[in-house]
């Protein structure tokens, strides 16, 4: 096993084929209580885009997380054929561990074809290379990191850079607006599959995005003061990219209430092309508060 982050991705998203439309992927022993959801999200796109003729990219999914998964156990996907058209493929992909169905994702793919253009322009922010990356930023305000957390800096596949300086305090946090911008890149090469560029994105789109929600409420990297989950994610992919390159990452929550949170994300490259957008609710269930 390769100590390569990027690598790692890569062989994390190459599935086993065990039968026509069934594909079983590793799931990590990790320190966490739950399989990280982008994981679960990037292997399903997978499984289905390998079942497509590989000439139509990915232009939306929509996926359910509807149970946690237990890391160290492989997940099997079962990929359901549900239209092959002139224009569109539509894939149903059920993720299975132990048994039970944890996850399940529907994907469209399109044939690229002419069309008129607009979008909306990126935002101005500082370069990636002028900002710190996050495992930086947080030996500045922490000193040393604790043991998991040095664990998930040397295991981390994407470095991660934070448009605005981390709010670590209450008096920081107080009229902050639920919003937040990230560059992301790889940490190395991820090959030249544009599914696996897709299926990495996919993967890198869900460690931020519900970032928008807590940040009006307390430190992104203090003690969380929530039980945290992801819900459902939907995305939509506009043009080509690669995932190995510098991405911005713009991010907002315009609500939060009955213990949900709904998040916003557009993705653009350097040069101010929108390459993705995403949407994502989240469950935020506050711990109990002790007896006194």
Same mark, same amino acid.
């Given at each position: 096993?390769?100590?390569?982050p990027a690598?790692r ?8 084929r ?18 990280f !959801? ?7 796109? @997978?499984?289905?885009?390998r079942?497509? =003729?590989?000439?139509?990219? @990915? ?8 149970r946690?998964g237990?890391? !160290? ?14 224009s ?5 992909? @059920?993720?299975?561990?132990? !048994? ?14 002419p ?6 322009p990126?935002?101005?922010v500082?370069e ?15 000193g040393?990191?604790?043991?998991a957390?040095?664990r ?16 670590w305090?209450?008096?920081e ?13 790889a940490?190395?090469?991820? !090959? ?13 789109? =869900? ?6 929600v807590r940040?009006?409420v307390?430190p992104?990297?203090g003690?969380?003061?929530? =039980?945290?989950a ?20 713009q991010?907002e ?15 653009f ?9 995403v949407?994502q609710?989240?469950l935020?269930?506050?711990?109990p508060?002790?007896?006194?």
């Amino acid at each position: 096993m390769t100590d390569n982050p990027a690598d790692r991705l890569v062989g994390l998203l190459d599935l086993e084929r065990i039968e026509e439309n069934i594909f079983r992927g590793r799931s990590p022993q990790e320190s966490l209580q739950r399989v990280f !959801g982008g994981q679960v999200a990037g292997q399903a796109l @997978v499984a289905a885009g390998r079942t497509t =003729d590989g000439e139509r990219p @990915v232009h939306s999914l929509h996926a359910y997380f509807l149970r946690p998964g237990i890391p !160290g156990v492989p997940i099997v996907y079962q990929v359901e054929r549900v239209r092959d058209g002139r224009s569109f493929t539509t894939r149903r992909v @059920v993720a299975v561990q132990q !048994g039970r169905t944890i996850f399940n994702l529907t994907a469209s793919f399109h044939r690229p074809e002419p069309g008129f253009e607009h979008q909306t322009p990126m935002p101005e922010v500082p370069e990636p290379e002028s900002l710190p990356r996050l495992a930086d930023e947080m030996r500045t305000q922490l000193g040393e990191l604790p043991q998991a957390m040095q664990r998930m800096e040397r295991r981390q596949a994407f470095d991660i850079r934070y448009v605005e300086r981390l709010r670590w305090t209450p008096e920081e946090l107080k009229d902050a607006e639920p919003r937040s911008a990230v560059w992301m890149r790889a940490t190395g090469p991820l !090959g030249d599959d544009p599914l696996v560029h897709t299926c990495a994105l996919t993967y890198a789109s =869900d460690m931020t995005l519900l970032d928008a929600v807590r940040i009006p409420v307390e430190p992104l990297w203090g003690p969380r003061g929530f =039980d945290m989950a992801s819900l459902d994610h939907a995305m939509w992919f506009h043009r080509p990219f690669r995932a190995d390159e510098w991405f911005l990452y713009q991010q907002e929550s315009p609500i939060a209430t009955g213990g949900r949170g709904l998040a916003r994300g557009l993705i653009f490259d350097r040069a101010g092309r929108l390459l993705v957008s995403v949407v994502q609710e989240g469950l935020f269930r506050p711990h109990p508060t002790p007896p006194a």
